[in-house]
């Protein structure tokens, strides 16, 4: 035995069967190792001449130091005669789906419930999945006790989910908010998704034994394959050309310039800040996105725009909120609706922008890990906070794709787009650059 630490839980090893290491300090407290490498603590004792164990919480959640302090509680109130297995035995066969949703949205709140890569879920996911809790989880199955659950009632759930019965025009929060709640397949998907989490939390606190929704064949989310074509491209470069005759769009022109060209999401343009551009490096090194940090090789035109935009007076963010006030831009949906409306690329989306992006990239002959890789997808992102020079290929990737959206944008027409399988173009670049390398040749005395 030993006192469990951060250290000695980390380097606790999976077996082929579960087993429980207990600490050394305070009997009857251990922590449980799964085949799969979960961990959590637990205390062992004997009430009513029998032996009993209570799960306190699974590793992440729980620290070794306040599992510790829990189980020191606990056991305090098994010497005091009470069962705490026992009574949370009784409270797991009354808990509902209602209740079950409260404690998991508490959690979620307080950043208890992990997303990817072991961090807490960003704010905005927060706000949707506290969104399909309250207006679908909870109207289909709060009344249901969690652990009557089978696939036969979730199943049915996500259907009707599908048909629409829980869509709804209610109020929100904010002032003069109100939300325009539907139904469809891809929210289905997504909200089966989001009660696997919720049954898989109330697994690892011991309400039940297994999760219901684990192996429920789900509905095949809506792929978005939109994508803009060379002319649409041009067509996009006269709009926003148009629209700079407006004073007020400037911002929002930028950012669509910037999306185009680089790939990134829109949220990761608009709350760009100056202290995560790295001109020297021809790159943007994103403290937080999707993927958590991540670094985004980015293309001469982008770099140029960057440098021109660059002053001792910057506040904050690249792109600021409007009277001086040190805020990202806001203005930037209402702006791209009044732009597009009734144009020829009417229900154009910023996502669309993105996947065009990779769509170019594809044509272009570059691999899928490199457009990853400048898209920060988490299959080829490159996140290591060590990275100070990025592959040249990087960035040669990124001058091609922003050069040539760019020029997209400006109204160029080419009549051919496979960049890497073309050969004459190939040795002309190559000797362009072994022309640039080569050291002049010194006379002889």
């Known amino acids: 035995m030993v006192k469990l630490t951060k250290r000695v839980v980390d380097a606790a090893v999976a077996e082929t069967k579960d087993y429980v290491l207990w600490d050394d300090e305070l009997i009857g ?33 729980w620290t070794p130091e ?29 808990m509902s789906m209602k209740e079950l949703c409260e404690l998991y949205m508490q959690d979620l709140r307080d950043g208890l419930i992990l997303g990817k890569g072991g961090r807490p879920k960003k704010q905005s996911t927060v706000d949707i999945d506290l969104g399909r809790i309250e207006r679908h989880v909870i109207p289909l199955l709060g ?35 109100r939300a325009n709640v539907r139904g469809g397949p891809g929210t289905a998907a997504r909200t089966l998704g989001l009660i696997g989490g919720i049954l898989t939390y109330a697994v690892d606190l011991g309400i039940i034994d297994s999760n219901p929704a684990h192996g429920i064949k789900r509905p095949k989310d809506n792929v978005r394959s939109r994508r803009l074509n060379d002319g649409e491209y041009r067509i996009l470069g006269r709009m926003l050309k148009a629209a700079a005759q407006i004073e007020k769009f400037g911002p929002t022109i930028d950012i669509i310039r910037q999306i185009a060209l680089t790939g990134c999401r ?28 991540s670094v985004r090789p980015v293309g001469l035109p982008v770099v140029e725009f960057l440098e021109q935009h660059q002053s001792e007076d910057n506040g904050t963010y690249v792109f600021p909120g409007p009277r001086g006030e040190d805020t990202a831009f806001g203005g930037f949906p209402n702006h791209w609706d009044e ?13 669309v922008l993105r996947h065009s992006f990779a769509s170019i990239g594809n044509d272009l002959g570059f691999t899928e890990v490199t457009i990853a890789a400048l898209m920060g997808h988490a299959k080829g992102s490159v996140t290591s906070k060590y990275i100070h020079v990025l592959d040249a290929a990087l960035i040669m990737a990124a001058d091609t794709l922003a050069g040539y959206i760019a020029a ?38």
């Open 266 to 293: 829109r949220g990761e343009i608009i709350n760009l800040k100056w202290c995560d551009v790295d001109i020297d490096g021809s790159c943007l090194r994103l403290s937080e996105s999707k993927e958590g940090k």
């Open 29 to 61: 407290f251990g922590l449980r190792i799964f085949p799969t490498g979960k961990r959590s603590y637990l205390i062992q004792y004997r009430a009513g001449g029998r032996s009993r164990r209570y799960t306190i919480g699974i590793h992440g959640v």
């Open 339 to 351: 732009i597009f409306l009734g144009s020829p690329l009417e229900g154009v989306t910023a996502h």
């Open 143 to 177: 009344s249901r006790r969690v652990k009557d659950l089978t696939k036969a009632i979730l199943t049915k759930a996500m259907r009707d989910i599908m048909a629409g019965k829980t869509k709804a025009f209610i109020k929100t929060k904010k002032l003069r908010g």
């Open 408 to 445: 997209l944008l400006d109204g160029r027409i080419f009549k051919q787009r496979a960049y890497s399988l073309d050969r004459a173009s190939r040795k002309a670049a190559l000797s362009e650059f072994l022309d640039r390398q080569e050291a002049p040749i010194r006379k002889a005395a």
């Open 66 to 94: 306040t599992a510790r302090r829990e189980a020191k509680s606990q056991l305090g109130r098994v010497a005091q005669g009470e069962d705490p297995a026992e009574e949370r035995a009784e409270l797991n066969k009354a």
